[in-house]
């Protein structure tokens, strides 16, 4: 069996993250403990403390990752400042529809959808840890969004007068409450057709999406 990737540090933050990942998904934050996690993954309290400093880290760390991987692209605004990727040659609209491929995805990470459909329920609280984080998230995605979906409404057939940032705006409020309603009950909402019958009421029909540049489902 061969051994993970990285130095033993890393497989072990690694680890841990994986812990606090399952447990604020299953409990939210605030109900976890260190410890808890701590036992989840398979360590001592004082070695957990050892790679974070607290939970109010490890989970801004937990939520930073999925983001960090979706952002090298899609986002670059929502990652730490001097990490942004390089420009790529795919087209506004095709970056808009692998938003939209993002549901697919997310319909295979349950344990994602619920920690982030648990976790931003509690950070609308002014003194949650992860509150300034979830704030700035939203407003970078409204931002970029709008970006991206004023280049697919002006590509559309026949273009669609509609104001970019509204519709940003509907499309993340109806992603988060598709995400809700998932959660609880997984075979009765089929997120991506949602979202594309949403789209589809602006003339956005994915049959109409460019032919490269990378996908993410």
Do not use: C
Request: proline share 7%; glycine share 6%.
């Amino acid at each position: 069996m061969s051994r993970p990737a990285g130095t033993k540090g890393e497989r072990t933050r690694a680890r841990i993250l994986e812990a606090a990942s399952t447990l604020f998904a299953r409990s939210g934050f605030n109900a976890v403990s260190l410890r808890e996690i701590a036992a989840q993954a398979g360590m001592t309290h004082a070695g957990l403390l050892h790679h974070f400093p607290g939970k109010e880290s490890l989970l801004l760390e937990v939520l930073s990752i999925r983001d960090r991987e979706d952002a090298a692209w899609l986002f670059p605004g929502l990652l730490e400042p001097g990490d942004a990727a390089e420009p790529t040659a795919v087209s506004a609209a095709e970056r808009f529809w692998s938003v939209v491929d993002l549901t697919e995805r997310n319909s295979r990470t349950p344990g994602l959808v619920a920690l982030y459909t648990k976790v931003v329920a509690e950070a609308a609280a002014p003194d949650h840890p992860a509150h300034a984080y979830f704030v700035r998230r939203y407003q970078v995605l409204r931002r970029e969004l709008g970006t991206l979906l004023a280049a697919a409404l002006r590509e559309a057939d026949p273009p669609v007068a509609a104001e970019p940032e509204a519709v940003a705006q509907q499309l993340l409020a109806l992603m988060d409450g598709l995400q809700t309603q998932w959660v609880l009950e997984p075979d009765r909402v089929p997120m991506r057709r949602r979202v594309e019958e949403f789209l589809a009421l602006y003339g956005l029909r994915p049959a109409h999406r460019a032919t490269t540049g990378p996908v993410t489902g």
